[in-house]
């Protein structure tokens, strides 16, 4: 895995160890709504090392 150094924290950790952190890159996530809620979500589950992040938002951005 290249981002084994990136991922040395949940790398130590028993519950998740090596395994774990190819299991959480190899997942899935769709998040609904980009505001208060979805906008962090994303930025915490980037970092985590998720796989795939899809955001939905019907919202529009008037001018």
Do not use: F, W
């Amino acid at each position: 895995m290249n981002g084994d150094v990136r991922y040395r924290g949940h790398i130590s950790l028993c519950e998740i160890d090596l395994p774990g952190q190819k299991r959480i890159s190899g997942g899935r996530v769709l998040i609904v709504g980009a505001g208060g809620l979805g906008s962090p979500a994303c930025l915490y589950l980037a970092a985590a090392g998720v796989g795939h992040i899809a955001v939905l938002d019907p919202d529009t951005v008037s001018l």
